[in-house]
C-alpha cells in the first residue's frame, strides 16, 4: 500500500542490490568507448554505497529547507566542502588516486553533511519555537 510508503520501502530494499548486478548493463548503454566503462567499473562501488546515504541526506535537506534552517545547511556544507571533499580531492591529484579518489572525496562530502545534519536534527534547534512536532516535543 503506497499510503503505508510500500512502494519506499520496496525501492530502499531493491535499489542497491539491482544496482550492484546491473554494474555491467547500465554504462553501455551511454557509451561503446572501453575506457570509459573502465572508468565507470572504478565509481560504481562509491555510486551505490554513497546512495542510501544521500538518499537521506537529501531528504533530511528538505525537512531543513522547509524550516528555513539555511544558515546551517550554508555551515555545514561550507564545511563538508572545505574540510573534506577539497582536501581528499587536492590528495587525489598529489598522489595520483584517480577517480577512486574523486569519488572518495565526494563521499566523504555526503557523509558530513549527513553526520552534522542528523545530530542538528536530532538535537531540533532547527525547530521553529511555537510548533509542535508529531511526537509533541
Known amino acids: 500500500d503506497a499510503g503505508d510508503g510500500g512502494v519506499a520501502k520496496l525501492a530502499q530494499a531493491t535499489e542497491v542490490p539491482l544496482l550492484v548486478v546491473l554494474h555491467g548493463v547500465i554504462p553501455p548503454l551511454f557509451t561503446n568507448d572501453h575506457h570509459v566503462q573502465q572508468q565507470a567499473s572504478v565509481l560504481w562501488p562509491w555510486l551505490v554505497a554513497m546512495m542510501p546515504f544521500a538518499g537521506v541526506l537529501f531528504a533530511l535537506d528538505g525537512v531543513l529547507l522547509?524550516?528555513?534552517?539555511?544558515a546551517f545547511m550554508r555551515n555545514v556544507t561550507a564545511l563538508a566542502a572545505f574540510g573534506g571533499f577539497l582536501p581528499l580531492v587536492l590528495a587525489t591529484s598529489v598522489w595520483g588516486l584517480g577517480l577512486g579518489g574523486i569519488w572518495a572525496a565526494l563521499s566523504?562530502?555526503?557523509?558530513?553533511?549527513?553526520?552534522?545534519g542528523v545530530l542538528h536534527w536530532r538535537g531540533r534547534a532547527w525547530l521553529v519555537p511555537g510548533t509542535l512536532t508529531v511526537d509533541g516535543m
Open 66 to 70: 522547509g524550516a528555513g534552517d539555511l
Open 108 to 116: 566523504l562530502f555526503i557523509g558530513i553533511r549527513l553526520l552534522t
